[in-house]
């Protein structure tokens, strides 16, 4: 496979300059030949071979336009590092793109660090010592791939209009010069680049610099269930696992994130194993939460032979240290911060050796690495255990500290006189507000952790749980109810799908529920949706696959607010989606003013029926992209 847009030549390469390559190859291979599936250095890894799942589409070389640099976009959680990992292995193993001299990994999370001036060359050789043998690698003949994984956790200004421009790769600037100009090709034109990211921070690279745009998309049904086979070697509880995760819809779903099918297997592989089938997890937060006391279950079984009686009580050393890692978490969480340095830890009260013995022992949860540079790199294993723990900080401050962790409490205000449900009202404000969605696992967590089962599981970490059965039941309702007005006032289709999630997580589905019987009465098609039904109706349509093969806009009548909130169904559609498309487009009520199709495989039955669509009278199509 040749997947790092090179042609094969017939490239000789000097002596030295080919020793230089073969010992970088031998220590990318000892470097990435192990998976740290959210693992720091301290875990049992699994070689990466075997639990692999192909699920990037990488571009392809022989396109008219010579691909430069290649952008992938992907959800925290979905796999990118462990495609680039793979990438890299399979060049130092000489298992493919072999045309290619040199692969340079520089993840973000360490190029921060680099304060001082250096030349690229002085910059490359920090890290491969074995380039001080060769002056130069601009030399024309010399094919080198540059890969910037992590765009999301960088915190350079990567300022690409007001740097300095720079031609010579052993003049030394700043780190942040060195990136704009590799990335606009003044430095080593004839070097590839390949940046992956979260979508939300995609547009600090100008689009003139980027030739390619690349998807990771997570497993499809398929690979959730390979994954589970692969993971756990019993295969009579693989198949229980398997079974347990597609009886619940949301947890399925979820499973579309390899992150999230590592911490199902972790959790269902001990809770099925010990017989304890009531209490397996059916939403997101029944699940994070059983991770969380498991981790910690585990760490005591092997460090202070903790004898079984006491296995789920907290002890006092660890309920401190989860609540100063709540903090970081959500102090981090609201800055955007991913990675954490040295003075992140100390501003929450964390020693850094306390820090680094945590992450030894409880090396599923945080850890600690080292960068390039040998600095320490801090970082929850995987961002929605970041989320997690922020929402138990959340939690926490309000019952047990009487704070509002949203809105600081003056010296007059009666701190008594915090609610919880004030907590949720604004913590729904800020969710809603954010325009990169930073807070909508937060939120799913946050509003989870109110029910009494969830703080109940939790009771060794929450000196006060939220009171009454009563009192939270009223709770329920009440945030119940501010949700389902949100519903109806929000305009963002996918904003309205997390809030349904959210509903989910409290047991709360009323409207959900009654677009159920609706649709399996078959009364739905006789009704004028209102927008909050049309939108219950796409959230039950995206949990249900069987329903999705025969969905139909033409089948429901409601107005142009309505059918904009069934959209997020027609892009998941699997197939027949040209046609629906079709019908949007020439419904006297469309609205739909611009489409963008581009990167779509349409092929030619998609675009005779989307044809039929745009001819029509009624269509009000302005643009197609």
Not at 40 to 49: I, P
Not at 180 to 188: E, S, V, Y
Not at 343 to 364: H, N, P
Not at 456 to 473: A, F, P
Request: proline share 3%; charged share 25%; with cysteine.
């Amino acid at each position: 496979g040749n997947k790092l847009g090179y042609h094969p030549t017939g490239n000789k390469l000097g002596q030295t300059l080919l020793t230089v390559q073969q010992d970088i190859k031998a220590k990318l291979k000892h470097k990435y030949q192990h998976i740290s599936e959210g693992i720091g250095h301290h875990g049992n890894q699994s070689l990466l071979k075997d639990i692999y799942t192909e699920q990037i589409e990488m571009p392809l070389p022989g396109q008219d336009k010579p691909i430069r640099t290649v952008l992938t976009k992907g959800i925290a959680g979905i796999g990118k590092t462990v495609s680039v990992q793979k990438v890299i292995l399979d060049w130092a193993e000489g298992k493919a793109n072999q045309d290619v001299n040199f692969v340079f990994p520089l993840p973000f999370r360490d190029l921060n660090l680099k304060k001082d001036q250096y030349s690229l060359m002085q910059h490359l050789s920090h890290y491969f010592s074995e380039l001080k043998e060769i002056d130069s690698i601009e030399d024309g003949e010399t094919k080198t791939v540059f890969i910037f994984d992590g765009l999301d956790e960088c915190r350079l200004p990567l300022d690409f209009k007001n740097n300095e421009k720079c031609w010579d790769v052993t003049k030394p600037t700043s780190v942040d010069v060195l990136l704009t100009n590799l990335i606009k090709g003044n430095l080593l034109p004839s070097a590839r680049i390949w940046i992956t990211t979260r979508p939300a921070a995609a547009n600090q690279i100008p689009p003139e610099c980027v030739d390619q745009v690349t998807e990771v998309r997570g497993f499809n049904d398929p690979q959730k269930e390979e994954y589970f086979r692969k993971k756990i070697t019993d295969q009579n509880l693989a198949n229980e696992i398997i079974t347990h995760v597609k009886t619940s819809r949301s947890l399925h779903i979820m499973c579309h994130m390899p992150v999230f099918c590592w911490i199902s297997a972790t959790v269902l592989e001990m809770m099925l194993k010990e017989a304890e089938k009531d209490e397996v997890p059916k939403t997101l937060t029944q699940m994070y939460t059983h991770f969380i006391l498991i981790q910690t279950i585990v760490k005591n079984k092997k460090y202070n032979k903790a004898s079984e009686t006491n296995l789920k009580e907290l002890s006092q050393s660890d309920k401190e240290m989860i609540l100063k890692l709540a903090k970081l978490a959500f102090q981090q969480l609201q800055k955007g911060n991913l990675i954490f340095y040295e003075e992140d830890l100390r501003e929450c009260g964390l020693d850094v050796t306390e820090a680094s013995e945590y992450s030894a022992l409880c090396t599923e949860i945080f850890k600690e690495e080292s960068g390039l540079f040998q600095d320490k790199v801090y970082s929850f294993v995987h961002l929605s255990i970041q989320e997690f723990l922020a929402a138990v900080h959340a939690l926490e401050s309000c019952l047990d500290k009487k704070e509002n962790v949203f809105s600081p409490t003056s010296e007059d205000e009666e701190k008594e006189s915090i609610q919880l449900s004030d907590l949720h009202r604004r913590a729904v404000d800020q969710a809603l507000k954010s325009e990169n969605g930073h807070l909508d696992l937060f939120l799913r967590f946050l509003l989870g952790l109110s029910l009494e089962s969830n703080q109940n599981l939790l009771r060794g970490l929450l000196t006060q749980t939220g009171r009454t059965t009563q009192s939270n039941e009223k709770r329920v309702k009440r945030i119940a109810r501010y949700l389902s007005y949100n519903i109806e006032e929000e305009r963002s289709a996918e904003r309205i799908i997390n809030l349904f999630h959210c509903l989910n997580e409290l047991g709360a589905n009323s409207v959900v529920q009654d677009m159920q019987t609706s649709l399996q009465s078959g009364t739905l098609s006789e009704t004028i949706l209102k927008p909050d039904q049309c939108s219950a109706l796409a959230y039950l349509l995206l949990m249900s696959e069987e329903v999705l093969e025969e969905f139909d806009l033409k089948t429901y009548t409601t107005s142009e607010k309505g059918y904009q909130r069934l959209l997020p169904v027609v892009k998941t559609c699997k197939r027949g989606c040209c046609s629906h498309l079709a019908s949007v487009l020439s419904s006297p009520n469309s609205q739909l003013k611009q489409l963008e199709l581009r990167d779509n495989d349409l092929q030619d039955s998609g675009v005779t029926l989307l044809s039929t669509g745009l001819e029509d009278p009624d269509c009000k199509l302005h643009t197609l992209g």
